[in-house]
Every structure is written in C-alpha cells, then in structure tokens.
C-alpha cells in the first residue's frame, strides 16, 4: 500500500533561515510520481513541482529546492532565505502508475517564517 | 490562466439540509477528484473520475454522499442528509490524464459548516 509520511507537524524559523521539509514515502511500485503542493492561508491547494521516480536529479526553482533520494524514499524540500510569505502548509503527495490515478496525500507541514 | 472553479465558496447549512457542492475542471482535463479537508483526517480522497466514469469511490461515505459528472465541465458533489461531522473544506481538482501521475489541479475549496 502507498503512504506517506510527513514527521513534521509544524516548523517555526526566522526570516532569512533555511528551512527543509520532510517527506518520506512507501510504494511497492517501481514506476510512481511525487508531488509538492502549498497551502497558503488563504486556503487553496497550489502546485509546486512534480518528479518522477526515474528523475533523481535534485531541482532548484528560485529559493525553492527538492532533493530526491529513491535509497531513503524522501523527497524532502528545502526553502532557502525563508520569507514571511512562505508561511503556509506544505503537503507531499505520491501517485503510483499502476493505473488506480490516486493521489495519497501526506498530513502536511504548517511552515511558520516569523518577522 | 486556467483553473478549477468551485462552488460555493462558503455554506451554512441546518443539519439535515440537503448540500450540493459544484466544480467545473480545467477544460480539457479528464479526470477529476474530490477531497476532503478536516483538522483531524487531513486530505481525504472521497472519489474521483475518469472520462466522466467512476473510478473509485470507496472513501465516501456511501448513506449520504453521492458524486456525478453530468458532462465533462461539471462535477457535483451531494451530501443528504448533512450532519454537523460533514463540516470540511471540499476541494475539487482535475487533470489531464494520459496516464498515472499527471499533476492535478485543486480548485479553491467548498468551505461547508453544517450547524
């Protein structure tokens, strides 16, 4: 069964520190997706990237990096020189492509970037 | 800019009241889903579709919930009778499905409060 697990209920930083959040998954399929989405408070779902399981190369956008290790199952994502407006829930998501088309969400981060 | 449209947005309802809950996908996008959102469950998949056909529905509860696509620009989502315990976000989230692992896209959330 695919499940995945974020450790981290909640995280608090100053602004301008480094950040990283954990995301480690369980899939018996070789093929899968991972997924990272934000939830601002405003309360809507905004995509931020998405990597497939042959894709190990880590990815940076801007300040945002994700590092993807299939030898540990995470797909931890890292926010360099946090802001206040990175305050939000971060959730990890996993698809495997065994044809079912779900989407298994983990419980999600609440990232708090204090002024 | 392309996005999932929900409605409505927020809703009040009297426990027993009948609750039908709206989307309309990403045009051109063939497969949707609806979530759930609670402080306790987290992000629950309640079912989704493809080309307009169930796939899976096994995480609604199946009494009082019920989900349709009339045709490819609309989702519902109906829950009669509600009780309070269906207070939640609902999101509603589509993609293009040419296999497993297409990213998806959420719509803003239904905000329902059942009193």
């Known amino acids: 069964a695919q499940k995945v697990t974020q450790a981290q209920t909640e995280i608090s930083v100053v602004e301008k520190e480094d950040v990283t959040l954990d995301c480690v998954y369980e899939t018996r399929d070789t093929t899968y997706y991972l997924f990272w989405y934000k939830q601002p408070p405003s309360g809507e779902l905004v995509f931020l990237i998405r990597r497939n399981s042959f894709d190990e190369q880590n990815e940076i956008s801007g300040r945002y990096s994700w590092n993807f290790q299939k030898s540990t199952s995470s797909f931890n994502f890292t926010i360099t020189a946090s802001q206040v407006v990175d305050s939000a829930v971060y959730f990890c998501a996993l698809s495997e492509a065994s044809g079912t088309y779900k989407y298994i969400f983990g419980t999600g981060t609440r990232l708090k970037v204090l002024a | 800019d392309a996005r999932v449209t929900q409605t409505p947005r927020h809703k009040v309802t009297e426990m027993g009241q009948e609750v039908t809950m709206r989307c309309q996908p990403i045009?051109?996008?063939?497969?949707v889903f609806w979530y759930r959102q609670t402080m306790m469950q987290g992000l629950e998949l309640l079912a989704y579709f493809r080309n307009r056909a169930p796939l899976d529905d096994s995480g609604m509860p199946k009494d009082r919930f019920s989900a349709e696509m009339p045709d490819a620009t609309l989702a519902t989502l109906k829950i009669q009778p509600s009780e309070p315990r269906d207070s939640a976000v609902y999101f509603c989230a589509s993609g293009r499905s040419t296999g497993s692992g297409n990213t998806i896209y959420f719509g803003e959330g239904s905000w329902l409060t059942v009193v």
């Open positions: 045009l051109g996008h063939n497969t």
